[in-house]
Nanobody, 125 residues
Framework: VQLQASGGGLVQAGDSLRLSCAAS????????TGWFRQSPGKEREFVAA????????DYGDSVKGRFTISRDNAKNTVYLQMRSLEPEDTGVYYC???????????????????WGQGTLVTVSS
């Protein structure tokens, strides 16, 4: 599956931003989908994940209560709504797809089979 992330940009602290991840090539509903981010000098960090059907979600501790992941399988797209952005949220955001036959989600990047190119989010203070 091919993934294309978009929606990044430069915002101020406290602002909101919505990222999109458009999928193509395979049956999108066969894949759980996750968002990860990486900043210079830091490890790739789990942000959020959503199950194949959208019923199960999981979030990294640093974004709980501020970010919301959702998906529209009819449009082959996953979204990440980000609110109350902080400078610490700055980084390149990647969407990734995890082929799974269950309704579970996973937070470890090693489980994800396909990755998009990333979109840069910069939050100024």
């Amino acid at each position: 599956v091919q993934l294309q992330a978009s929606g990044g940009g430069l915002v101020q602290a406290g602002d909101s931003l919505r990222l999109s991840c458009a999928a193509s090539g395979r049956t999108f509903s066969d894949y759980a989908t996750g968002w990860f981010r990486q900043s210079p000098g830091k490890e790739r960090e789990f942000v959020a994940a959503i199950s194949r059907g959208g019923r199960v979600t999981d979030y990294g501790d640093s974004v709980k209560g501020r970010f919301t992941i959702s998906r529209d399988n009819a449009k082959n797209t996953v979204y990440l709504q980000m609110r109350s952005l902080e400078p610490e949220d700055t980084g390149v955001y990647y969407c990734a797809a995890d082929y799974t036959v269950t309704g579970a989600v996973r937070s470890t990047h090693l489980h994800y089979d396909y990755w998009g190119q990333g979109t840069l989010v910069t939050v100024s203070s």
